[in-house]
């Protein structure tokens, strides 16, 4: 069973950068997705990367972050430009099951998640 392991968030000002990684215990050839959670709210899809490194992302999102792929270190990386505060939010990576990319029910693994904070 895969086990995914996020790294990469803090604290950072509006209008920087962080990049997230998503480490897998094992091959992750399949689809990955990044997700976030901000206090009092749903867990939200952020982008997806389909097995053919094909990406997908959120309109809120689209433009600003690139996610992308290193199969060879079993990692998924999700690299955030632009940080606006809205953006704060524990952000987890999660392995494919069946169903919608942008619905969590659709994820079968999930990480513990990293926290990124953004300053006005």
């Known amino acids: 069973q895969v086990q995914l392991v996020e790294s990469g968030g803090g604290l950072v000002q509006a209008g920087g950068s962080l990049r997230l990684s998503c480490a897998a215990s094992?091959?992750?050839?399949?689809?990955i997705a990044w997700y976030r959670q901000a206090p009092g709210k749903q867990r939200e899809f952020v982008a997806v990367?389909?097995?053919?490194?094909?990406?997908d992302y959120a309109d809120s999102v689209r433009g600003r972050f690139t996610i992308s792929r290193d199969n060879t270190r079993n990692t998924v990386y999700l690299q955030m430009n632009s940080l606006k505060p809205e953006d704060t939010a524990v952000y987890y990576c999660?392995?494919?099951?069946?169903?919608?990319?942008?619905?969590?029910?659709?994820?079968?693994?999930w990480g513990q998640g990293t926290q990124v904070t953004v300053s006005s």
């Open positions: 999660a392995v494919y099951g069946i169903g919608n990319y942008d619905q969590s029910t659709s994820y079968s693994h």
């Open positions: 094992g091959s992750i050839d399949n689809v």
């Open positions: 990367i389909r097995s053919n490194g094909t990406p």
